[in-house]
């Protein structure tokens, strides 16, 4: 856990101190989503604020596409080789991405509602029960008084033909403050192997970002990415199709989060360095429906 130790996240981009060369963010979404995962937990924050920069960018200039959903850059060896003792397959991995907006509540509202709060009461029917252990200090993480929070999640699910399925991952939550205003970045990954009833599927490894940009006058600009290695005996899932299903499971928690916000009230951020107000709602995010986890399997580079 990062303690900040001084009284701002504004001051932020000025303790990034050192010599070390900086690699330049990409600018086109099929890689800046990769990017942004390798970077999520960096010392040194330059990296990730500008690729965060090139995304709003991005975004905006190809909103309607990005509604809809890509497909994107696979993640390195280099980025997940980091995340854990583990060995990790990158090769035949793929990845989607999908944008949502709300014009009615910002990244802090958003975040808080999936870090607090019952998951299961926030995203109803995303999971059958769901256990989140805090690694760090969640109230200091909403003070703003630290830029990071650290999950871990162990995750129980029933799906048809796929059965009972019973996963446990790692999330780590970070602020960043951009010119526009407080950023949220989240990186997600499975810590083993799910264990799922039917054979005939295995879900080995799953990569999850997601990035709250402000947006408008209040509102919240959203990417969600997704890569999997998975194995299905009978993949047949058309291509179209595949996409479809993970694009709309991703779509789906946004609706779900907002309609708790609704019912329930906001978070309101904190002013400067002040104790956060409002209610605090939350939520968190592991695996996202299976079913689209294995139209994935189905997907190539969209042109």
């Known amino acids: 856990m990062h303690r900040l130790s001084l009284p701002c996240l504004l001051l932020f981009p000025f303790l990034a101190l050192g010599c070390r060369s900086l690699t330049p963010a990409p600018e086109e979404l099929d890689e800046l989503c990769a990017y942004l ?14 690729g965060l920069t090139n995304l709003d960018t991005w975004m905006l200039a190809h909103l309607e596409d990005t509604l809809v959903g890509y497909s994107v850059t696979n ?8 995340l854990d003792d583990r060995n990790h397959n990158t090769e035949e991995m793929l990845g989607a991405a999908v944008a949502t907006i709300s014009e009615g509540y910002g990244p802090y509202a958003f975040t808080i509602a999936l870090t607090v709060e019952d998951p299961v009461e926030v995203i109803p029917g995303s999971h059958e029960d769901y256990v ?3 690694l760090t200090d969640e109230q200091c993480f909403a003070d703003l008084d630290c830029e990071q929070l650290e999950t871990e999640n162990h995750l129980f699910d029933n799906y048809p033909i796929i059965g009972d399925v019973d996963s446990e991952n790692y999330s780590m939550f970070r602020w960043v403050e951009q010119d526009k205003g407080l950023a ?13 009833e039917w054979d005939s599927f295995e879900l080995n490894d799953q990569y999850y970002l997601n990035v709250l940009l402000p947006y408008g006058e ?5 990417l969600q990415s997704m890569w999997v290695d998975a194995t299905l005996n009978d993949n047949s899932v058309p291509e179209d199709m595949a996409l479809s299903l993970v694009v709309s499971q991703m779509q789906d928690v946004y609706k779900d989060v ?8 906001a978070a309101e951020q904190p002013r400067g360095c002040a104790s956060a107000g409002g209610r605090r709602g939350g939520a968190g995010l592991g695996l996202l429906g299976l079913l689209g986890l294995v139209g994935l399997l189905g997907l190539r580079r969209r042109r």
Request: aromatic fraction near 8%.
């Open 258 to 265: 907002e309609k708790f916000l609704d019912a329930n009230g």
């Open 184 to 196: 949220m970045v989240q990186r997600s990954w499975l810590t083993r192997p799910s264990d799922v």
């Open 37 to 50: 995962f390798a970077h999520t937990a960096d010392e040194d924050s330059r990296e990730l604020e500008a």
């Open 75 to 82: 993640l390195s060896d280099t980025a997940v080789e980091v």
């Open 132 to 134: 989140r252990t805090f």
């Open 218 to 222: 209040g509102g919240t600009l959203t």
